[in-house]
């Protein structure tokens, strides 16, 4: 078993940055392809980054990219969200995930999310 723990979350206005982090315990391998998901009101869970085990290659959402980092400090298992420029948008619970070798289409492990809200 894994437990995934994001914090972080909270009120920004829309331009600013905030770092979500996600915690990771359990039986986390160094080969588990770790990302990020969020799930804005009334509206489907999304994809949103994604990082290698094998290389740290890195993936994002076209809505993110250029504005979100991922990163992960595998010493600590910790996985973080870097969020700039944000918008009202971005306004949705932020998830973090393991996935294991199925292309992220069913991801294995999930934390209990963040809110993440971005006012105008």
């Known amino acids: 078993q894994v437990q995934l723990v994001e914090s972080g979350g909270g009120l920004m206005q829309a331009g600013g940055s905030l770092r979500l982090s996600c915690a990771a315990s359990g039986r986390i391998f160094s080969r588990d392809n770790m990302g990020w998901f969020r799930q804005p009101p009334g509206k489907e869970r999304q994809f949103i980054a994604a990082i290698s085990s094998m290389d740290g290659s890195t993936y994002y959402a076209d809505s993110v990219k250029g504005r979100f980092t991922i990163s992960r400090d595998s010493a600590k298992n910790t996985l973080y969200l870097q969020m700039n420029s944000l918008k009202p948008e971005d306004t949705a619970v932020y998830y973090c995930?393991?996935?294991?070798?199925?292309?992220?289409?069913?991801?294995?492990?999930w934390g209990q999310g963040t809110q993440v809200t971005v006012y105008s």
């Open positions: 995930a393991v996935d294991r070798a199925t292309g992220w289409t069913t991801p294995k492990y």
